[in-house]
DNA sequence: CCTTGACCTTCCAGTTGCTGGAAGCCCCAT
DNA sequence: ATGGGGCTTCCAGCAACTGGAAGGTCAAGG
């Protein structure tokens, strides 16, 4: 199949599927007219990548994935060690955010937000205690 | 002052400071040996750029903040409105990491993680049914 | 047979926000 | 004058694509 059908069954844009092959993800054969040619496997792979990239992995845990996943005998230790480092990422990333949120929510309260020129949140940007 | 002090006083890399000097968020002077000159102010910008920056404002909104600080009538409603954009950004990303550790720690959890070969974690990237 | 339009190909550039490194001045102390 | 820092510029690269230009291919309609 071409690289369009392939894009429909998979989700992925067209752009994103030559990049994928591009970087060694996946490796559609060609046709006579040069056109890229996915089979079942190929379009399976892009799934298995989408859905990886969706939970967050980066691209390269999606190759180290990817192997593990065509590994039939490799070990579910393994992947769930990758997992639970992304998780810790996550949590890290989302502690992160939290932090911000309370921070520039708090300014956001404090900023009355009327045509007057003094604010809070310029204030705190500009001069007050970091943090 | 030189690149080197104004770094230490802003704690932002000499190399991040030319950066901003690039895109034009500082124009320090020049002296006569064509190194930069950096005066009060110039630090001062700095250090709210960098402030603005780990609340997690994007440059161009550090460049726009950065205009609204520097203009003595502007309302604050303005500022408040971008912080409150910001927050509603922060949201949306905490809401969406908190939806993947939900389904990533769940595949977690469901994954034994010995030695043998089958994997929640796998099975549901490869086929299972899309979150 | 020719044209039209959709689809495919490659390659180059741009995105965001820096960061590293090379090559080459400059300045100060010994 | 020599050594070691600090300063300058410019070029390249990171992640993970995305957009666009220039051109080949294919199937349908007239």
Same mark, same amino acid.
């Given at each position: 199949?071409?690289?369009?059908?392939?894009?429909?069954?998979?989700? $992925?844009?067209?752009?994103?599927?030559? /990049? /994928?092959?591009?970087?060694g993800?996946? =490796?559609?054969?060609?046709?006579?007219?040069?056109? +890229?040619?996915? %089979?079942e !496997?190929? %379009? *399976?792979?892009?799934?298995f990548v989408?859905? !990886?990239?969706?939970l967050?992995?980066?691209?390269?845990?999606c =190759? *180290?994935?990817?192997s593990l /996943?065509?590994d039939?005998?490799?070990? !579910?230790?393994? %992947?769930?060690a990758?997992?639970?480092?992304?998780?810790? =990422?996550?949590? +890290?990333?989302?502690?992160?955010?939290?932090? $911000? =949120?309370?921070?520039?929510?708090? $300014?956001?309260? +404090?900023?009355h937000?009327?045509?007057?020129?003094?604010?809070p949140?310029?204030? +705190? $940007?500009?001069?007050?205690?970091a943090?």
């Amino acid at each position: 199949m071409n690289i369009g059908e392939a894009s429909a069954a998979s989700g $992925l844009p067209a752009k994103t599927i030559r /990049y /994928y092959e591009d970087i060694g993800l996946v =490796r559609p054969g060609r046709g006579d007219n040069g056109y +890229r040619d996915f %089979v079942e !496997s190929d %379009v *399976h792979k892009l799934v298995f990548v989408a859905r !990886s990239r969706s939970l967050g992995f980066t691209v390269e845990e999606c =190759r *180290h994935l990817l192997s593990l /996943y065509e590994d039939r005998g490799r070990a !579910s230790a393994d %992947v769930k060690a990758m997992a639970r480092e992304h998780l810790a =990422r996550i949590d +890290r990333k989302i502690a992160d955010l939290e932090g $911000l =949120r309370a921070t520039l929510g708090a $300014l956001v309260e +404090r900023c009355h937000g009327d045509d007057r020129p003094d604010c809070p949140i310029l204030e +705190r $940007l500009s001069g007050g205690p970091a943090a």
